[in-house]
């Protein structure tokens, strides 16, 4: 089964470490997702940029409007993802445990769900250029 990871930073801890704890948990982080990525579990990893880089897009009642910014001030903003393939819940919990940027913030768990057409019951077909 497939889940995503989905890393929220808190910045007054981020923003307590030293230069050189920022590039040890860095580095650290970066080691940890070539190990998981051996395991033959990492699908994808990737840090995020800063909130204030993000723009929000709704549409409502057909017309879009876009946001400099976060959708929310919160204490922890998402900072980055990592896609895995697993058993079961259990065995992402304990990859998760073991990154180095839960100590940082939270990693929230999510499964995917298999996506099907509501008419025909059929699962996302490949575009035929890519089967």
Known sequence: MKYACLVYIDPATMGALTPEQGDKLRDDSIDYDWEVQRSGRLLMAQPLDSPQ?????????????HTDGP???????????????ARDLNEVVRIAEQDPMAAM????????LEQTHGV??????KPKDMA
């Open 120 to 125: 025909t019951g059929a699962s996302r077909p």
């Open 71 to 85: 959708f929310a001030e919160t204490r922890e903003f998402l900072g980055g993802f990592f896609l895995v393939e």
């Open 53 to 65: 880089t993000a723009v929000t897009v709704r549409v409502r009642n057909g017309k879009a409007s």
């Open 105 to 112: 913030g939270s990693i929230e768990i999510r499964p995917f």
